[in-house]
Protein backbone atom coordinates (compact mmCIF):
# COMPACT_ATOMS: atom_id res chain seq x y z
CA UNK A 1 0.00 0.00 0.00
CA UNK A 2 1.43 3.36 -0.81
CA UNK A 3 1.93 5.53 2.14
CA UNK A 4 0.16 9.00 2.02
CA UNK A 5 2.04 11.85 3.19
CA UNK A 6 1.89 12.50 7.14
CA UNK A 7 -0.65 15.41 7.42
CA UNK A 8 -1.43 15.60 10.84
CA UNK A 9 0.42 17.80 13.10
CA UNK A 10 1.14 15.76 16.12
CA UNK A 11 0.80 12.39 17.38
CA UNK A 12 2.05 10.60 14.21
CA UNK A 13 4.32 7.80 15.35
CA UNK A 14 3.81 4.70 17.25
CA UNK A 15 5.75 1.79 18.42
CA UNK A 16 4.08 -1.27 18.67
CA UNK A 17 6.22 -2.97 21.32
CA UNK A 18 5.64 -6.39 23.23
CA UNK A 19 7.46 -9.77 23.92
CA UNK A 20 8.09 -12.26 21.29
CA UNK A 21 4.84 -13.69 20.21
CA UNK A 22 2.53 -10.60 21.13
CA UNK A 23 1.68 -9.85 17.41
CA UNK A 24 4.00 -7.28 17.19
CA UNK A 25 4.63 -8.38 13.47
CA UNK A 26 0.87 -9.07 12.37
CA UNK A 27 -1.18 -6.13 14.41
CA UNK A 28 1.24 -3.16 13.54
CA UNK A 29 1.41 -4.07 9.79
CA UNK A 30 -2.41 -4.15 10.18
CA UNK A 31 -2.56 -0.72 11.97
CA UNK A 32 -0.13 0.94 9.44
CA UNK A 33 -2.44 -0.38 6.47
CA UNK A 34 -5.31 0.79 8.00
CA UNK A 35 -3.66 4.25 9.23
CA UNK A 36 -2.06 4.79 5.18
CA UNK A 37 1.31 4.72 7.30
CA UNK A 38 4.61 3.93 6.63
CA UNK A 39 5.53 0.46 8.25
CA UNK A 40 8.91 -0.17 9.78
CA UNK A 41 9.73 -3.63 10.81
CA UNK A 42 12.67 -3.89 14.03
CA UNK A 43 13.31 -7.41 13.11
CA UNK A 44 15.05 -6.64 9.49
CA UNK A 45 17.32 -4.37 11.46
CA UNK A 46 18.97 -6.64 13.71
CA UNK A 47 22.73 -7.49 12.42
CA UNK A 48 23.38 -10.79 11.52
CA UNK A 49 25.57 -11.70 14.71
CA UNK A 50 22.06 -10.73 16.59
CA UNK A 51 19.92 -12.86 14.68
CA UNK A 52 22.40 -15.62 15.42
CA UNK A 53 22.39 -15.57 19.09
CA UNK A 54 18.78 -15.86 18.45
CA UNK A 55 18.59 -18.72 17.01
CA UNK A 56 21.17 -20.52 19.35
CA UNK A 57 19.20 -19.86 21.95
CA UNK A 58 21.12 -16.98 23.55
CA UNK A 59 18.90 -13.39 24.89
CA UNK A 60 20.56 -10.46 23.17
CA UNK A 61 22.54 -8.22 25.84
CA UNK A 62 22.32 -4.52 26.13
CA UNK A 63 25.08 -3.77 24.49
CA UNK A 64 24.08 -6.50 21.15
CA UNK A 65 20.71 -4.27 21.17
CA UNK A 66 22.33 -0.78 21.13
CA UNK A 67 23.52 -0.20 17.66
CA UNK A 68 20.45 -2.39 16.45
CA UNK A 69 18.20 0.63 18.50
CA UNK A 70 20.13 3.59 16.40
CA UNK A 71 19.61 1.70 13.53
CA UNK A 72 16.13 1.90 14.24
CA UNK A 73 15.95 5.88 15.25
CA UNK A 74 17.58 6.00 11.73
CA UNK A 75 14.47 4.59 10.32
CA UNK A 76 11.87 6.48 12.42
CA UNK A 77 14.05 10.29 11.75
CA UNK A 78 13.98 8.94 7.82
CA UNK A 79 9.99 8.33 7.96
CA UNK A 80 10.28 11.73 9.44
CA UNK A 81 11.84 13.15 7.28
CA UNK A 82 9.99 11.97 4.15
CA UNK A 83 6.82 13.32 5.92
CA UNK A 84 5.49 9.60 6.42
CA UNK A 85 3.81 8.84 9.58
CA UNK A 86 5.03 5.36 10.50
CA UNK A 87 4.05 2.32 13.29
CA UNK A 88 7.33 0.64 14.28
CA UNK A 89 7.14 -2.75 15.04
CA UNK A 90 9.72 -3.23 18.22
CA UNK A 91 9.97 -5.30 21.08
CA UNK A 92 11.38 -2.07 22.85
CA UNK A 93 11.50 -3.92 26.20
CA UNK A 94 13.19 -2.01 28.68
CA UNK A 95 12.31 1.27 29.37
CA UNK A 96 15.99 2.47 28.69
CA UNK A 97 14.83 1.52 24.97
CA UNK A 98 12.03 3.32 24.73
CA UNK A 99 13.99 6.76 25.96
CA UNK A 100 16.34 5.98 23.36
CA UNK A 101 13.59 5.83 20.92
CA UNK A 102 11.75 8.76 22.66
CA UNK A 103 14.91 10.94 22.83
CA UNK A 104 15.03 10.13 18.49
CA UNK A 105 11.60 10.96 18.36
CA UNK A 106 9.89 12.94 20.93
CA UNK A 107 6.18 12.57 21.54
CA UNK A 108 6.16 9.20 20.52
CA UNK A 109 3.76 6.89 21.00
CA UNK A 110 3.25 3.14 22.47
CA UNK A 111 0.85 0.74 22.14
CA UNK A 112 2.00 -2.32 24.37
CA UNK A 113 0.47 -5.72 23.32
CA UNK A 114 0.36 -7.31 27.07
CA UNK A 115 0.13 -10.81 26.84
CA UNK A 116 0.72 -13.85 29.10
CA UNK A 117 3.44 -16.44 29.15
CA UNK A 118 1.57 -19.63 28.19
CA UNK A 119 -0.27 -17.87 24.95
CA UNK A 120 3.49 -16.37 24.11
CA UNK A 121 5.03 -19.73 23.92
CA UNK A 122 2.33 -21.28 22.16
CA UNK A 123 2.17 -18.67 19.27
CA UNK A 124 6.23 -18.49 19.38
CA UNK A 125 5.97 -22.41 19.21
CA UNK A 126 3.36 -22.39 16.24
CA UNK A 127 5.33 -19.95 13.92
CA UNK A 128 7.33 -21.71 11.32
CA UNK A 129 10.76 -20.79 9.98
CA UNK A 130 11.12 -17.95 12.44
CA UNK A 131 14.58 -17.78 13.82
CA UNK A 132 13.10 -17.07 17.50
CA UNK A 133 12.90 -20.38 19.42
CA UNK A 134 10.52 -20.72 22.48
CA UNK A 135 13.05 -21.14 25.12
CA UNK A 136 13.57 -17.43 24.89
CA UNK A 137 10.05 -16.44 25.85
CA UNK A 138 10.77 -16.95 29.34
CA UNK A 139 14.27 -14.47 29.12
CA UNK A 140 11.63 -11.92 27.05
CA UNK A 141 9.28 -11.55 30.09
CA UNK A 142 12.43 -11.41 32.53
CA UNK A 143 13.54 -8.33 30.88
CA UNK A 144 10.47 -6.19 30.06
CA UNK A 145 9.98 -3.74 31.73
CA UNK A 146 6.22 -2.85 31.20
CA UNK A 147 5.70 0.80 29.85
CA UNK A 148 2.77 1.66 32.27
CA UNK A 149 2.80 5.18 33.23
CA UNK A 150 5.14 6.34 30.70
CA UNK A 151 3.86 8.77 28.20
CA UNK A 152 1.72 8.06 25.28
CA UNK A 153 1.30 4.65 26.23
CA UNK A 154 -1.89 2.00 25.75
CA UNK A 155 -1.88 -0.24 27.23
CA UNK A 156 -3.83 -3.87 25.26
CA UNK A 157 -4.39 -7.17 26.03
CA UNK A 158 -2.76 -8.89 23.13
CA UNK A 159 -5.63 -11.80 23.70
CA UNK A 160 -8.48 -10.00 21.75
CA UNK A 161 -8.91 -10.78 17.81
CA UNK A 162 -6.83 -9.33 15.52
CA UNK A 163 -9.67 -7.04 14.77
CA UNK A 164 -11.03 -5.96 17.99
CA UNK A 165 -7.20 -5.58 18.46
CA UNK A 166 -6.60 -2.88 15.16
CA UNK A 167 -9.80 -1.20 15.29
CA UNK A 168 -8.71 -0.23 19.25
CA UNK A 169 -5.53 0.93 18.36
CA UNK A 170 -6.02 2.77 15.32
CA UNK A 171 -8.98 4.84 17.55
CA UNK A 172 -6.76 5.17 20.22
CA UNK A 173 -4.29 6.83 17.86
CA UNK A 174 -6.97 8.89 16.41
CA UNK A 175 -8.28 10.28 19.38
CA UNK A 176 -4.80 11.12 20.72
CA UNK A 177 -3.89 13.07 16.89
CA UNK A 178 -7.36 15.05 17.73
CA UNK A 179 -6.39 15.54 21.05
CA UNK A 180 -2.79 17.25 20.36
CA UNK A 181 -4.94 19.05 17.69
CA UNK A 182 -6.79 20.62 19.70
CA UNK A 183 -4.61 21.43 22.40
CA UNK A 184 -2.42 22.64 19.78
CA UNK A 185 -5.09 25.09 18.54
CA UNK A 186 -5.95 26.33 22.23
CA UNK A 187 -1.70 27.17 22.14
CA UNK A 188 -2.46 28.75 19.55
CA UNK A 189 -5.60 30.41 20.64
CA UNK A 190 -3.59 31.28 24.22
CA UNK A 191 -0.69 32.63 22.93
CA UNK A 192 -2.72 35.04 20.68
CA UNK A 193 -4.82 36.05 23.45
CA UNK A 194 -1.93 37.17 25.19
CA UNK A 195 -0.43 39.14 22.25
CA UNK A 196 -3.63 40.53 21.52
CA UNK A 197 -3.72 41.21 25.29
CA UNK A 198 0.03 42.65 25.56
CA UNK A 199 -0.54 44.47 22.39
CA UNK A 200 -3.61 46.41 23.88
CA UNK A 201 -2.93 47.18 27.76
CA UNK A 202 -2.72 49.56 29.86
CA UNK A 203 0.16 51.65 30.44
CA UNK A 204 2.98 50.38 32.95
CA UNK A 205 3.64 52.97 34.55
CA UNK A 206 2.66 56.90 35.60
CA UNK A 207 3.98 59.66 32.92
CA UNK A 208 4.66 61.78 36.15
CA UNK A 209 5.48 61.21 39.70
CA UNK A 210 6.51 63.44 42.30
CA UNK A 211 4.50 66.64 44.92
CA UNK A 212 2.89 68.03 42.36
CA UNK A 213 1.85 64.53 40.69
CA UNK A 214 0.59 63.23 44.39
CA UNK A 215 -1.32 66.80 44.77
CA UNK A 216 -3.15 66.22 41.73
CA UNK A 217 -4.15 62.45 42.37
CA UNK A 218 -5.95 63.96 45.99
CA UNK A 219 -7.13 66.29 44.02
CA UNK A 220 -9.20 64.52 40.99
CA UNK A 221 -9.26 61.73 43.28
CA UNK A 222 -11.95 63.96 45.74
CA UNK A 223 -13.21 65.81 42.99
CA UNK A 224 -14.19 62.47 40.92
CA UNK A 225 -15.24 60.73 44.46
CA UNK A 226 -17.74 63.98 45.13
CA UNK A 227 -19.39 63.86 41.63
CA UNK A 228 -19.59 60.30 41.62
CA UNK A 229 -21.98 60.93 44.93
CA UNK A 230 -23.55 63.89 43.76
CA UNK A 231 -24.73 61.68 40.72
CA UNK A 232 -26.02 58.77 42.90
CA UNK A 233 -27.62 61.17 45.45
CA UNK A 234 -28.89 63.48 42.67
CA UNK A 235 -30.82 60.94 40.63
CA UNK A 236 -32.22 58.74 43.47
CA UNK A 237 -33.49 61.89 44.81
CA UNK A 238 -34.96 62.64 41.58
CA UNK A 239 -36.87 58.57 41.60
CA UNK A 240 -37.73 58.63 44.85
CA UNK A 241 -39.88 61.75 44.75
CA UNK A 242 -41.20 61.29 41.70
CA UNK A 243 -42.42 57.73 42.49
CA UNK A 244 -43.32 58.24 45.97
CA UNK A 245 -44.29 61.59 46.01
CA UNK A 246 -45.47 62.55 42.96
CA UNK A 247 -42.90 64.94 42.80
CA UNK A 248 -39.60 65.41 41.52
CA UNK A 249 -36.55 67.77 41.45
CA UNK A 250 -36.43 69.52 37.99
CA UNK A 251 -32.63 70.01 37.82
CA UNK A 252 -31.60 66.81 38.93
CA UNK A 253 -30.87 65.41 35.31
CA UNK A 254 -29.26 68.81 33.79
CA UNK A 255 -26.87 68.74 37.08
CA UNK A 256 -25.70 65.12 36.93
CA UNK A 257 -25.24 65.78 33.06
CA UNK A 258 -23.04 68.09 34.18
CA UNK A 259 -21.13 66.17 36.95
CA UNK A 260 -20.73 63.39 34.19
CA UNK A 261 -19.14 65.43 31.88
CA UNK A 262 -16.71 66.63 35.23
CA UNK A 263 -16.10 63.34 35.82
CA UNK A 264 -15.38 62.40 32.32
CA UNK A 265 -12.65 64.86 31.76
CA UNK A 266 -11.34 64.76 35.31
CA UNK A 267 -11.08 61.28 34.64
CA UNK A 268 -9.18 61.44 31.77
CA UNK A 269 -6.86 63.46 32.81
CA UNK A 270 -6.24 61.03 35.97
CA UNK A 271 -6.10 57.93 34.02
CA UNK A 272 -3.36 59.61 31.65
CA UNK A 273 -1.33 60.91 34.93
CA UNK A 274 -1.39 57.50 36.21
CA UNK A 275 -0.30 55.79 32.87
CA UNK A 276 -3.32 54.12 33.38
CA UNK A 277 -4.81 54.34 29.57
CA UNK A 278 -5.44 51.57 26.87
CA UNK A 279 -2.54 51.27 24.90
CA UNK A 280 -2.09 49.41 21.75
CA UNK A 281 1.51 48.44 20.71
CA UNK A 282 1.08 45.27 18.28
CA UNK A 283 2.59 47.26 15.78
CA UNK A 284 4.82 49.42 17.41
CA UNK A 285 6.97 46.38 19.38
CA UNK A 286 8.09 44.88 15.97
CA UNK A 287 10.42 47.71 15.27
CA UNK A 288 13.82 47.83 16.56
CA UNK A 289 14.44 50.01 19.59
CA UNK A 290 15.50 53.21 18.24
CA UNK A 291 12.36 52.90 16.00
CA UNK A 292 10.30 52.37 18.97
CA UNK A 293 11.52 55.80 20.68
CA UNK A 294 10.80 57.43 17.74
CA UNK A 295 7.06 56.07 16.74
CA UNK A 296 6.77 56.85 20.73
CA UNK A 297 7.67 60.09 20.27
CA UNK A 298 5.94 60.73 17.28
CA UNK A 299 2.79 59.65 18.72
CA UNK A 300 3.30 62.03 21.97
CA UNK A 301 3.45 64.79 19.87
CA UNK A 302 0.35 64.04 18.14
CA UNK A 303 -1.18 63.38 21.34
CA UNK A 304 0.03 66.57 22.69
CA UNK A 305 -0.92 68.61 19.40
CA UNK A 306 -4.58 66.50 19.41
CA UNK A 307 -5.02 67.69 23.27
CA UNK A 308 -4.14 71.21 22.74
CA UNK A 309 -6.64 71.64 19.57
CA UNK A 310 -9.21 70.53 21.91
CA UNK A 311 -7.96 72.80 24.68
CA UNK A 312 -8.56 75.69 21.95
CA UNK A 313 -11.82 73.76 20.97
CA UNK A 314 -13.14 74.08 24.22
CA UNK A 315 -11.74 77.89 24.80
CA UNK A 316 -13.98 79.14 21.88
CA UNK A 317 -16.51 77.22 23.41
CA UNK A 318 -16.44 79.49 26.80
CA UNK A 319 -16.00 82.40 24.93
CA UNK A 320 -18.85 81.63 23.45
CA UNK A 321 -20.79 80.07 26.03
CA UNK A 322 -19.68 83.31 28.58
CA UNK A 323 -23.23 84.79 29.81
CA UNK A 324 -25.21 81.54 28.55
CA UNK A 325 -27.07 79.57 31.59
CA UNK A 326 -28.82 76.29 31.21
CA UNK A 327 -32.53 76.12 30.74
CA UNK A 328 -33.84 74.19 34.24
CA UNK A 329 -30.93 75.24 36.89
CA UNK A 330 -29.68 78.18 35.15
CA UNK A 331 -25.77 77.68 36.02
CA UNK A 332 -23.75 79.25 33.43
CA UNK A 333 -22.30 76.64 30.42
CA UNK A 334 -18.77 77.76 31.13
CA UNK A 335 -18.92 74.96 33.59
CA UNK A 336 -19.51 72.60 31.09
CA UNK A 337 -16.62 73.78 29.22
CA UNK A 338 -14.05 74.03 32.27
CA UNK A 339 -13.30 70.54 32.66
CA UNK A 340 -12.64 70.04 28.63
CA UNK A 341 -10.75 72.88 28.34
CA UNK A 342 -8.73 72.19 31.94
CA UNK A 343 -8.16 68.09 31.15
CA UNK A 344 -7.28 68.61 27.79
CA UNK A 345 -4.51 71.19 28.97
CA UNK A 346 -3.18 68.93 31.48
CA UNK A 347 -3.56 66.03 28.65
CA UNK A 348 -0.94 68.27 26.33
CA UNK A 349 1.65 68.75 29.93
CA UNK A 350 1.57 65.12 30.47
CA UNK A 351 2.04 64.04 26.72
CA UNK A 352 5.30 66.61 26.41
CA UNK A 353 6.27 65.77 29.92
CA UNK A 354 6.06 62.06 28.30
CA UNK A 355 8.41 63.03 25.39
CA UNK A 356 11.40 64.80 27.32
CA UNK A 357 10.85 61.25 29.60
CA UNK A 358 10.95 59.03 26.91
CA UNK A 359 14.57 60.59 25.76
CA UNK A 360 15.91 60.77 29.30
CA UNK A 361 15.42 57.54 30.52
CA UNK A 362 17.85 54.18 29.69
CA UNK A 363 16.14 52.63 26.36
CA UNK A 364 14.94 49.30 28.40
CA UNK A 365 13.05 52.04 30.78
CA UNK A 366 11.38 53.56 27.40
CA UNK A 367 10.52 50.21 26.06
CA UNK A 368 8.13 49.27 29.42
CA UNK A 369 6.74 53.04 29.49
CA UNK A 370 6.04 53.87 26.24
CA UNK A 371 2.52 54.00 25.17
CA UNK A 372 1.01 54.16 21.69
CA UNK A 373 -2.22 55.76 21.89
N1 LIG B 1 -4.54 -11.38 18.11
C1 LIG B 1 -4.04 -12.51 17.69
N2 LIG B 1 -4.76 -13.63 17.86
C2 LIG B 1 -4.25 -14.81 17.47
N3 LIG B 1 -3.05 -14.98 16.90
C3 LIG B 1 -2.28 -13.89 16.70
C4 LIG B 1 -2.74 -12.60 17.10
N4 LIG B 1 -1.78 -11.74 16.80
C5 LIG B 1 -0.77 -12.41 16.24
N5 LIG B 1 -1.06 -13.71 16.18
C6 LIG B 1 -0.20 -14.77 15.68
O1 LIG B 1 0.83 -14.95 16.66
C7 LIG B 1 2.04 -15.23 16.02
C8 LIG B 1 3.07 -14.18 16.46
O2 LIG B 1 2.70 -12.95 15.91
P1 LIG B 1 3.80 -11.89 15.48
O3 LIG B 1 3.12 -10.78 14.85
O4 LIG B 1 4.89 -12.57 14.69
O5 LIG B 1 4.35 -11.49 16.91
P2 LIG B 1 5.71 -10.79 17.32
O6 LIG B 1 6.13 -9.96 16.15
O7 LIG B 1 5.36 -9.99 18.51
O8 LIG B 1 6.68 -11.86 17.65
C9 LIG B 1 1.79 -15.20 14.53
O9 LIG B 1 1.61 -16.54 14.05
C10 LIG B 1 0.50 -14.43 14.42
O10 LIG B 1 -0.28 -14.87 13.28
O1 LIG C 1 15.09 -7.21 21.84
C1 LIG C 1 15.00 -8.41 21.57
O2 LIG C 1 15.30 -9.35 22.33
C2 LIG C 1 14.48 -8.79 20.23
O3 LIG C 1 14.20 -7.68 19.46
C3 LIG C 1 13.24 -9.54 20.45
O4 LIG C 1 12.48 -8.82 21.39
C4 LIG C 1 12.47 -9.72 19.20
O5 LIG C 1 11.24 -10.14 19.63
C5 LIG C 1 13.14 -10.64 18.27
O6 LIG C 1 13.68 -9.88 17.27
C6 LIG C 1 12.25 -11.72 17.75
O7 LIG C 1 11.31 -11.24 16.84
P1 LIG C 1 9.76 -11.30 17.17
O8 LIG C 1 9.56 -10.32 18.27
O9 LIG C 1 9.13 -10.90 15.89
O10 LIG C 1 9.48 -12.68 17.63
Known sequence: MQQQPCALPARTTLVVMGVSGSGKSEISQAVATALGWRHIEADHFHPPENVERMRAGI????????????????QMLAAQAAGECFVLACSALKRAYRERLRQAVPGLQFVHLDIDHATAVQRVGARPGHFMPTS??????????????????????????????????????????TEAVSSQAQDMLDSEIDSANQAAQLGAEPIYEGRIARMFDRLTDGLMAVLMAFMVVAVFTNVVLRYAFGTGWPG????????FVWLVFVGVASGMRRGELMTFRMIRDRFPLLAQRLVDSLSWILVAGASLLSALGAWNQVQFGWGNVSTVVGYPVVLAMLPVLASMLVLAILAVVQLVNLWRRTPQATLTQAHVE
Open 59 to 74: PLSDEDRRHWLDALCE
Open 136 to 177: LVDSQFATLEKPAGEPYVRVVDAQQSRQALVADIQAWVRREA
Open 252 to 259: AEELSRLA
